[in-house]
């Protein structure tokens, strides 16, 4: 990825397809791991390789550890059952600032649902 000026220090995001379901080996989550290209490749039987289609949006950007992640979830869910939104996809974790050596606290990270709506209130 490298050769093509892909680095491995862009943002990468995270698609959340399931919530978490428990097994007698831990804990299981059905999750894709995205990353911005700068240019169009070719996929093979380990990548795929798509377009992640645009729309709307509810965001929120959260500054902390993964620990402390649940609270940003929790306000956009707030959000969307006050203004009468719904979720349109899978949320998106973009992750701006993270490195191996950096310490948990100064992560940033974007919380993104896709969303349709308002939804008429009767």
Same mark, same amino acid.
């Given at each position: 990825?490298?050769?093509?000026?892909? @680095?491995?220090?862009?943002?990468?995001?995270?698609?959340?397809?399931?919530?978490?379901?428990?097994?007698?080996? =831990? $804990?299981?989550?059905?999750?894709?791991?995205? $990353? &911005?290209?700068?240019?169009? %490749? &070719?996929?093979?039987? +380990? *990548? @795929?390789?798509?377009?992640? &289609? @645009? !729309? %709307?949006?509810?965001?929120?950007?959260?500054? =902390?550890?993964?620990?402390? %992640?649940?609270?940003?979830?929790?306000? %956009?869910? #707030?959000?969307?059952?006050?203004? !009468?939104? @719904?979720?349109? !996809? &899978?949320? #998106? +974790?973009?992750?701006?600032?993270?490195?191996?050596? $950096?310490?948990?606290?100064?992560?940033?990270?974007? *919380? +993104?649902?896709? *969303?349709?709506?308002?939804?008429?209130?009767?």
């Amino acid at each position: 990825m490298e050769n093509i000026g892909f @680095s491995l220090d862009s943002h990468h995001l995270l698609l959340l397809h399931s919530r978490h379901e428990l097994h007698d080996e =831990g $804990m299981s989550i059905d999750v894709e791991v995205a $990353m &911005p290209l700068p240019t169009a %490749l &070719p996929g093979n039987e +380990q *990548v @795929s390789i798509r377009t992640l &289609p @645009s !729309g %709307l949006m509810a965001c929120t950007v959260h500054t =902390g550890d993964d620990l402390s %992640l649940g609270r940003a979830y929790l306000a %956009l869910h #707030r959000w969307m059952e006050d203004t !009468g939104y @719904s979720f349109a !996809g &899978p949320p #998106r +974790q973009v992750h701006l600032q993270r490195a191996e050596h $950096m310490d948990p606290v100064h992560y940033v990270t974007e *919380v +993104q649902f896709p *969303v349709r709506g308002p939804i008429a209130r009767s």
